[in-house]
């Protein structure tokens, strides 16, 4: 993983992306990772039901990383109910949740649709390769985001910033709900009112058709770094980028040249809050 500790968010987010396929490669290539994504794809097709999935730790815990529910992995019980739930029936387990991680994971496996409960057909490449291609891409953004969180909150903006609909979707999801508040200079105490209140405010402040530009969707983010920056300015320690990059290429005996651009902020913190 390239160590980004210590680099403001602009160069961060700029080293992250010009490595990304790099460091995937890496992950696939983890031992522990390799025998987890082998024991999936081996058993996955057997099972054909919530308590039969839970059952299987090994590819449980697999599906359970790849929608980012580690820290659930042990309520199995809950999950089991979860994934029987009626998608549609207001009072049902799934719909009382307001985590939408939950109802991802639900849709994807599809043990239960509106026609009731299902066998589902798990043997298919698609799903397959879906999946594992889920479980690489969450211990990226996650193994970032421990290194630096305005970034890691970039990069799951970034996962479903063109397709949110609604203000209670962000709401739902807590780095969502920061990544808008910090963009749009909205107070982090504003969380202490009513979902309608605070979905109001950012109505107020941000229309979400305009998250259909991808340029619009840049330009918040560039807003949300320069102001996090400001607000929590990353440390510096050690082992930096810089460092991790020149120490694997003489490791490897190979060469390697990169050259990051640096903008610099010519603005002050009140600026950014016009």
Request: charged share 25%; aromatic share 10%.
């Amino acid at each position: 993983m390239i160590g980004i500790s210590g680099l403001g968010s602009q160069a961060a987010l700029r080293l992250i992306d010009a490595t990304r396929d790099q460091q995937l490669e890496t992950m696939r290539n983890e031992a522990a990772n390799k025998r987890s994504e082998a024991a999936f794809r081996e058993r996955i097709g057997s099972i054909t039901t919530p308590q039969e999935l839970v059952a299987d730790f090994e590819v449980y815990s697999f599906v359970m990383k790849a929608f980012d529910l580690e820290d659930q992995i042990f309520g199995k019980a809950m999950i089991r109910k979860v994934l029987e739930s009626d998608p549609v029936a207001p009072d049902s387990l799934l719909n009382r949740l307001t985590d939408p991680r939950f109802r991802e994971m639900h849709l994807a496996l599809g043990f239960t649709t509106e026609a009731g409960p299902q066998l589902p057909d798990f043997s298919n490449s698609a799903f397959l390769d879906g999946i594992s291609d889920r479980f690489y891409n969450r211990q990226f953004i996650n193994s970032n985001d421990e290194q630096n969180e305005t970034v890691g909150t970039v990069l799951e903006f970034r996962e479903t910033g063109g397709e949110i609909a609604s203000w209670f979707e962000v709401l739902g999801d807590e780095k969502l709900t920061s990544f808008f508040q910090v963009a749009l200079g909205l107070p982090e105490q504003m969380s202490a009112l009513d979902l309608d209140r605070q979905a109001a405010m950012f109505a107020e402040k941000f229309d979400l058709e305009d998250l259909a530009d991808p340029a619009e969707r840049d330009r918040l983010i560039s807003r949300y770094m320069a102001i996090s920056d400001v607000i929590n300015p990353q440390r510096f320690v050690s082992n930096s980028a810089a460092l991790n990059i020149l120490q694997n290429s003489r490791n490897s005996g190979q060469f390697v040249a990169m050259t990051l651009d640096i903008d610099m902020v010519n603005f002050s913190a009140s600026q950014l809050y016009r």
